[in-house]
């Protein structure tokens, strides 16, 4: 009696510790909620993820990775099989990033939402987007390219710089600069003169009288003949003037080309011109004074042309 009575509490317990660790063994095996299964598809290396790490959506707990594999149709792709909570909603937009745990290594899946697709995404595969890692690494190799360029163009920009501004070069451009000042304070009198020759001539026209004016019809070829010859003389100036303005443009463009370029231009060409076109301005100068001196002298002339000179010694009609 007693042999039965110690078989069935042996039974007894033995059943019960297999119900125990059947339970056990349940419940550690993870959610017992209802699961759905999704393959996430990946065209990037997934170090660091292993079978039965962590699936989170959006920061929650959700699943568990249960297979890693090749895509039979494309070898060079990654399939991640995973199971999670079947009310998570899994949409066309919906996405999968790989997010490194610390300094570990390991890493564990983290879905999103795009909110831009609300369509179920049935049997289709979840896209695996770089991780921001991976992200920033690229972006971090894409600015050491272009600093390295920046630095090149840099250095490249330095050696022209230094090219332009030798010792040499900079005594030249320093010497056009001296030039450039000379000719323009050379210019300023000139042109004060000039103005003050064109009112004094637009003083004396205006106190002619108008009798005067109609009498001068007569003398009106003289006259044109006169102001051709002053327009005639006046035009070389002028399109002096033009030409050194041409001159110091097409200096400016051989600057940037070749500093030698700009320094044989200045030597010979362009300040030869410059005191050229000075002297010239002076002597148009000098002859308008002229003109104006004649016309204050003698009025008249603007009607009858420049008078006679006085006979001298031994010429006819002359008075001692």
């Not at 770089?130 to 600093?147: F, H, P, Y």
């Not at 050194?244 to 231009?265: C, K, N, P, V």
């Not at 001196?293 to 003698?298: C, F, I, P, V």
Request: glycine share 6%.
């Amino acid at each position: 009696m007693e042999n039965r009575a110690y078989a069935f509490v042996a039974g007894f317990f033995a059943l019960l510790m297999g119900a125990a660790l059947a339970l056990g063994f349940w419940w550690l095996s993870g959610s017992h909620r209802p699961e759905s299964e999704y393959d996430i598809l990946s065209h990037y290396p997934i170090s660091g993820l292993n079978p039965q790490v962590a699936v989170r959506y959006r920061g929650v707990d959700v699943g568990r990775v249960r297979e890693i594999t090749f895509d039979q149709s494309d070898l060079r792709a990654i399939l991640i099989h995973i199971r999670i909570d079947r009310s998570i909603p899994i949409t066309r937009g919906s996405y999968a990033k790989l997010v490194s745990q610390g300094l570990t290594g390991l890493s564990y899946i983290e879905l999103d939402d795009t909110d831009t697709d609300k369509t179920p995404i049935g049997n289709g595969r979840i896209p695996l987007r770089e991780s921001d890692m991976r992200q920033l690494m690229n972006s971090g190799k894409d600015i050491l390219d272009r600093s390295a360029q920046l630095l090149e163009r840099t250095d490249q920009l330095m050696k022209t710089l230094n090219t332009l501004l030798d010792e040499q070069n900079t005594q030249k451009i320093n010497r056009l600069i001296a030039n450039i000042e000379q000719s323009s304070a050379e210019l300023a009198p000139l042109l004060k003169s000039s103005r003050n020759t064109t009112e004094k001539v637009n003083a004396l026209l205006a106190g002619i009288h108008p009798q005067e004016l109609s009498d001068a019809l007569s003398a009106i070829k003289q006259a044109s003949s006169s102001i051709k010859e002053t327009s005639d003389s006046a035009r070389p100036a002028l399109s002096k003037i033009q030409h050194s303005l041409d001159e110091f443009e097409r200096i400016g463009r051989h600057i940037e080309q070749s500093s030698t370029a700009l320094s044989e231009t200045l030597d010979q060409e362009t300040l030869p011109r410059v005191h050229e076109l000075a002297d010239q301005l002076h002597r148009d100068a000098q002859s308008l004074h002229r003109l104006v001196d004649t016309l204050e002298q003698h009025p008249q002339s603007l009607i009858y042309g420049k008078p006679q000179p006085q006979p001298g010694p031994g010429e006819k009609g002359f008075r001692p």
